[in-house]
């Protein structure tokens, strides 16, 4: 993994020219590593896993068609996300009302209350707004360390912790809100 | 003993909180191999980017282009698809919903002369087209239906895909296929390779009675789909002119200002603020310089604090004034901004406001917020007119919801009142338009949606006999000569000129079909204003109209210039 890692970093340069001369095989390898994460995260702030998909496709077609004003390639990444969490954001602004996350999931525990547990904690995660649903979405599925989440969303750290915070607390009503209902 | 469930009578604590959340939301988000494989197939068959130029700016220079290439790929999401991939666009939907849209808002579509009988253009000779290929297999992953064969009642080439306003005017405007290229129009004889919205996928669509899926396809596997459309032969092929042939076309000239458009008579450009035409690169809330005759568009950074940066509260209206001041309304303040310099002033009105509009001690919280039933969270009423705001000489005038006086705001940022009369006090849910002009103020009367005509001190001095249609009562100052009358939105297309003494002096009919909606109505331009020459240009939403008000607000709106008399 830390072999690929590194070779995929070693090969970032080479994949970004490439992929402005339009080579379609270098951008595959240049986001494949991100799909998996990009996916889930489109999800999970979209609202669905098609919403996501939907996000996806327009965050590549961009990255396809602005990768020429990437200026650093080892920005890549952090650009590509940019990409994501922006089409992701459009896709649940305008969608709002779809909610469809994935029930079917076996976590943690099977019984009937767990299971209308989860169903409250998807309703009160689908009531938070696009930028609380980004923190945590970068947070927890795309597992961003603090300091990449402060460049990624332009803040300090020690504003990306408050951002966590206050999205945390608002979920936190509103699951408790759904308990009472 | 049973465990508890992760979130039941034993809360947890914070840092448990915040596990249990993260624990789901892998869990949630993961995807499956199949989703990340077409998600690769996807990458593969993307366009090339030689051939494909995404979007045409008539006016707008390349700077701008580029500037804007990020709010590009926002807007591909906002307006519903105008890439070159496949993408499912629904413009019309059951019967009954035209007949819905028809009765509020007659569509210049509509034509009672009997039309001939035409049969349908042959799609025998497009069959080993690329594109005809590409409308029976779109690469649409998650909306893979491919595998089946859907028969086809009729084919056509169009020399240039702007051409399907005239031969498929059932879709009204798309931005999406205003493109300089021949394209392919296959109509589909039953159910289409179309994911069904309402159905398990994947399922295939299949259309209301008496309607077809349509799929326009460019070079390339990149066609777009359309639900239920409406298709006469004659149009498709040709051979008879549609009623759309000949109506200007709206000329999309930006995207991404939010709310408002204000037309600056003084510098001849037009001021927009929201989120800017970076937006989605930059969440700081801008205000925008257009000038039409270059085409330049410049913007500036408003102050960033939690109010401006919040995603769900957008800025509302947007006036210029007499000093050369820019004045924009936001659910907290109101803002005077000095584009000489780029600096800004600001005065939070729920500060120095004494009461509520019901006599109340002063609210932490101002008093146009409105409730969450719409939106499943709280949102502002600063952009739908509920708040409007109108220069004044160099002064700016604000109407408030739930407040029995306009507040008038001096170039030093002095706040008075100006009382008015209780039926012309909005709630927030009523439509507020607002302007100044010929030292008149003119005010939406919610009760009958008629404007009231006020002195400056607020008194009544007339009432319009027109009345502004449901929805859109927005106002426009529109100078004609030395005269400064109101132009009254009263419909989608249509619009009324009132003078001081609220006299109808003219009515004005843009036949621009306007884009559908989801629910297959006409999309309304929900802002109006006019420039020297008398054109209107419209402030036009790209989020279905069937979307509540929030959506609308915050998705990427487009700034059209509609010329009446080409």
């Known amino acids: 993994m830390l072999e690929r890692t590194i070779e995929y970093q070693s090969e970032l340069g080479s994949l970004v020219a490439a992929s402005r001369d339009g080579d379609r095989d270098a951008f595959c390898r240049l986001v494949r590593p991100h799909l998996s994460a990009a996916l889930a995260t489109a999800g999970v702030i979209a609202g669905s896993h098609a919403d996501g998909a939907d996000a996806m496709q327009n965050a590549l077609l961009a990255a396809w068609q602005d990768i020429g004003t990437l200026r650093e390639p080892d920005a890549f990444p952090a650009w590509f996300r940019r990409l994501v969490v922006r089409a992701a954001v459009d896709v649940a602004r305008r969608r709002r009302h779809v909610l469809e996350l994935n029930l079917a999931i076996e976590w943690p525990g099977t019984d009937l209350e767990d299971l209308l547990d989860r169903r409250r904690l998807r309703r009160a995660f689908n009531r938070l707004a696009p930028k609380d649903r980004v923190v945590l979405a970068l947070r927890h599925v795309w597992d961003l360390p603090g300091a990449e989440m402060a460049i990624q969303l332009g803040v300090p750290e020690g504003t990306v912790k408050s951002r966590v915070h206050a999205a945390l607390r608002r979920l936190r009503a509103a699951y408790e809100a759904e308990d009472r209902r | ?566």
């Open chain 2, 1 to 566: 003993m049973k465990e508890p469930g992760p979130m039941s009578e034993n809360k947890p604590a914070a840092d448990q909180f915040d596990m249990l959340v993260g624990g789901w939301l892998k869990a949630t988000g993961a995807p499956d191999s199949d989703e990340l494989a077409a998600l690769e197939t996807f990458v593969r068959a993307l366009p090339d980017r030689r051939r494909a130029p995404r979007f045409r700016m008539p006016g707008v220079p390349r700077f701008a282009l580029a500037a804007g290439a990020v709010v590009l790929a926002s807007a591909v999401a906002a307006t519903g698809g105008f890439t070159l991939y496949s993408r499912i666009i629904a413009p019309a939907t059951s019967p009954s919903a035209h007949s819905s849209a028809s009765s509020s808002a007659p569509s210049p579509v509509v034509d009672a002369t009997p039309l001939p009988v035409v049969a349908p253009p042959d799609p025998a000779p497009f069959v080993n087209d690329e594109r005809y290929k590409a409308c029976q297999n779109p690469s649409l992953p998650q909306n893979d239906v491919s595998g089946g064969s859907f028969p086809v009642i009729a084919a056509v080439e169009l020399a240039d895909e702007r051409q399907y306003r005239q031969r498929l005017p059932d879709l009204g405007y798309v931005p999406s296929l205003e493109q300089p290229y021949q394209a392919l129009v296959v109509v589909y004889a039953g159910r289409s390779p179309v994911r069904d919205d309402a159905a398990p996928q994947p399922t295939s669509h299949q259309p209301d009675s008496g309607l077809y899926d349509v799929c326009i396809a460019l070079n390339g596997p990149s066609p777009q789909l359309f639900h239920n459309v409406s298709v006469y032969w004659g149009y498709l092929d040709g051979s008879v002119s549609s009623p759309t042939a000949g109506q200007p076309a709206p000329k999309v000239l930006a995207f991404g200002c939010a709310t408002d458009i204000a037309w600056d008579a003084a510098r001849r450009v037009f001021w927009c603020a929201g989120h800017g035409l970076n937006a989605t690169s930059n969440p700081t809330q801008m205000v925008v310089r257009y000038d039409p005759a270059s085409g330049a568009i410049r913007e500036w950074p408003l102050p960033v604090d939690d109010d401006l940066t919040s995603t769900q509260q957008t800025v509302g209206h947007v006036r210029a004034d007499s000093a050369g001041m820019v004045w924009i309304s936001h659910p907290e303040r109101v803002i005077r901004f000095d584009p000489g310099t780029g600096k800004s002033q600001s005065v939070r009105l729920s500060d120095v406001s004494p009461t509520n509009g019901d006599g109340s001690s002063p609210s932490p919280e101002p008093t146009y917020l409105i409730g969450n039933s719409v939106c499943d969270s709280p949102w502002f009423s600063s952009a739908l007119g509920f708040r409007a705001i109108a220069t004044d000489g160099d002064t700016a005038v604000v109407a408030r919801v739930d407040t029995p006086y306009l507040t008038r705001i001096g170039p030093d940022m002095a706040v008075t009142q100006i009382p008015i009369e209780s039926s012309l006090v909005a709630t927030a849910s009523d439509q507020q338009g607002l302007e100044v002009a010929g030292g008149l103020i003119y005010l939406t009367r919610p009760s009958d949606s008629r404007i009231a005509i006020l002195s400056p001190d607020g008194s009544v001095v007339a009432v319009s006999t027109a009345a502004s249609a449901e929805g859109h009562s927005r106002l426009d100052v529109r100078p004609r000569g030395s005269s400064s009358d109101v132009v009254v939105w009263t419909g989608n297309t249509n619009a009324t000129e009132i003078d001081g003494a609220g006299t109808t002096v003219d009515e004005i009919v843009v036949a621009v079909n306007f884009p559908r909606a989801d629910d297959g109505q006409q999309q309304p331009p929900y802002d109006i204003a006019s420039d020297w020459n008398g054109h209107y240009w419209y402030l036009m939403g790209t989020s279905p109209v069937n979307i509540p008000f929030c959506d609308a607000v915050l998705g990427m709106n487009l700034v059209v210039e509609i010329d009446p008399a080409p």
